[in-house]
Every structure is written in structure tokens, then in C-alpha cells.
């Protein structure tokens, strides 16, 4: 037989942890484990083959069902390969973040793997409970603190829409919207703003042979007068945010800082 060699050594993994206190040397065990093996291994294999698999999920299953079959009473397979296979489930949308932090998923994962060595037995429950738990570790380690704000959102109606201006916390105007046509629409723009001004890069348009960078971003260019500006362009190119004129570059530049650190500010009421 023709093993997939990952799949194979996860089986064998858990197959060892499942052997962790037996002290049974014999013929009859041996078949037992060989048995086990097997059973794990065709459970688990036919994931790899999936377009949708995720290595890091993949292993990370591996390491947290193998603690939590060091304590199994009857060693079976087949509730083994459930366990795995719920874990991985749950966990493998976090793999396929493309912003997903490697070294922080291998850690939660060998904490949730601690965690489950005092389990009585791998069910498909506690599988569930040990995926939230690891998402819990994960996400709490990755969160990213959010920047002081003392800015707000000032939203207005006129008989052609609805608009917001981004103001800093001394109420400077630094960057306005374009007129929506509903408040729910002015409202998605706002959320826009928060999503997309935190992690844009910037296009300095004013420079010759500049770069071009993908959006989101700030492009910084010069108005008809001369002036520096910036717009905020979202992932779809749609400009959801410009400012006033600006005197030098400098100045511009610390408008678009102000935006970031003001973005996630609340909506005056």
C-alpha cells in the first residue's frame, strides 16, 4: 500500500498518544494499532485531495487530537478520525485567511493540545468545544489594538443625499465623502472608511515615475491650484474618501495619518 506520508504520520501520532500508558508489547496490540493506524489514516487522507486544504489546519488537527487520545478507554479509529475531522473543519477557514499569522496559529494550536490531554474521550463535542477554543486563543493573540481616536464622523442630509465628513479631535474637517443616496449607503461607506483606512498604502502620484500600488489606498496628487491632496480609494477603486488642499507635502501626509488614526472613530449624534 501507497501511503501519503503526512496523513500517514499524523495517524501515527495519534495512534502513539492513543499508546501513550499501555505497556502492552504484545502480538494482539500490535494488530490493534496497526488497525487503528489504517482506520485514522483512510479517514483523514482524503482531505489533502480537497482544492480547498489547508496545510497549517491539517496539522494543527493532528497535534490537538493526538493529546486529546492520550486517555481514550477503547481505542477506536473511527472516533479518532471524527475528532480530527471536526477540528479541521472549524479551524481551516482561519488557515485560509490570506493574512493568517503561522507561528501564532502553531502556538494556539499546541496550547489547545494541552489542554485536551485530560480528556476522557475524543467525541465529535468535545472536537467542537476544542476548535472554538483554539479560534478563541488565536483571534485573542492576533487582535490588534485599536489606536486611540478622539475624532467622529459629523453626517449630514441635504435634499440630494446624505454625506459624512471625517473630523480629527479638534474638528478639523480631514476628509469628506461624496453624496450617497440613502443613509444606509452613507452609513456602508463609513464602514468603509474604517475597514480600508487602517491597512492602505499610500500612491504618491506627485512623483515622477511614481509606483502604482493596489488598492486599498491613499493616492497623494496635485489639484488645478497646485495644492496637495489625497483620496482613499477602497479594494474596488471607489473613492470613499478626499481631502482638502494642503499647502506642502508634509502636511498631506499627516492628514492621511490622522485619517488612520481616526477612522475608527464613532458617528456624532
Not at 40 to 68: L, P, Q
Not at 78 to 84: D, G, H, N, P, V
Given at each position: 500500500m501507497e501511503y501519503d506520508e503526512k496523513s500517514l504520520k499524523i495517524a501515527a501520532k495519534i495512534a502513539a498518544a492513543?499508546?501513550?500508558?499501555?505497556?502492552?508489547?504484545?502480538?494482539?496490540?500490535?494488530?490493534?494499532?496497526?488497525?487503528?493506524?489504517?482506520?485514522?489514516?483512510?479517514?483523514?487522507?482524503?482531505?489533502?485531495?480537497?482544492?480547498?486544504?489547508?496545510?497549517?489546519?491539517?496539522?494543527?488537527?493532528?497535534?490537538?487530537?493526538?493529546?486529546?487520545?492520550?486517555?481514550?478507554?477503547?481505542?477506536?479509529?473511527?472516533?479518532?478520525?471524527?475528532?480530527?475531522?471536526?477540528?479541521?473543519?472549524?479551524?481551516?477557514?482561519?488557515?485560509?485567511?490570506?493574512?493568517?499569522d503561522e507561528d501564532v496559529f502553531k502556538c494556539a494550536a499546541k496550547i489547545t493540545a494541552a489542554a485536551c490531554e485530560e480528556m476522557e474521550e475524543p467525541t465529535a463535542e468535545k472536537a467542537a468545544e476544542a476548535a472554538e477554543f483554539f479560534k478563541a486563543v488565536y483571534s485573542g493573540l492576533t487582535e490588534k489594538e485599536k489606536p486611540l481616536c478622539s475624532g467622529k464622523y459629523s453626517v449630514k442630509e441635504t435634499e440630494s443625499g446624505w454625506s459624512f465628513r471625517l473630523l480629527a479631535g479638534n474638528n478639523k474637517v480631514i476628509g469628506v465623502s461624496e453624496v450617497y443616496s440613502g443613509k444606509a449607503a452613507m452609513e456602508k461607506g463609513i464602514e468603509s472608511v474604517r475597514k480600508n483606512a487602517p491597512e492602505a498604502k499610500i500612491e504618491d502620484r506627485t512623483e515622477e515615475n511614481f509606483e502604482e500600488v493596489t488598492n486599498p489606498k491613499f493616492e497623494i496628487y496635485n489639484d488645478k491650484a497646485g495644492e496637495f491632496r489625497f483620496r482613499l480609494k477602497a479594494r474596488n477603486g471607489e473613492i470613499i474618501l478626499a481631502s482638502e488642499g494642503y499647502k506642502t507635502k508634509a502636511s498631506c501626509e499627516n492628514g492621511i495619518e490622522s485619517v488612520r488614526k481616526n477612522s475608527s472613530a464613532e458617528i456624532a449624534e
Open positions: 492513543s499508546l501513550s500508558e499501555s505497556g502492552d508489547f504484545g502480538k494482539e496490540n500490535a494488530k490493534k494499532t496497526v488497525l487503528f493506524v489504517k482506520t485514522v489514516y483512510d479517514e483523514i487522507s482524503g482531505i489533502k485531495e480537497r482544492e480547498d486544504f489547508e496545510k497549517a489546519a491539517f496539522k494543527a488537527a493532528g497535534k490537538i487530537t493526538a493529546a486529546a487520545c492520550e486517555e481514550m478507554e477503547e481505542r477506536d479509529g473511527k472516533t479518532a478520525a471524527e475528532f480530527f475531522k471536526t477540528v479541521y473543519e472549524e479551524i481551516a477557514p482561519l488557515a485560509a485567511n490570506e493574512e493568517l
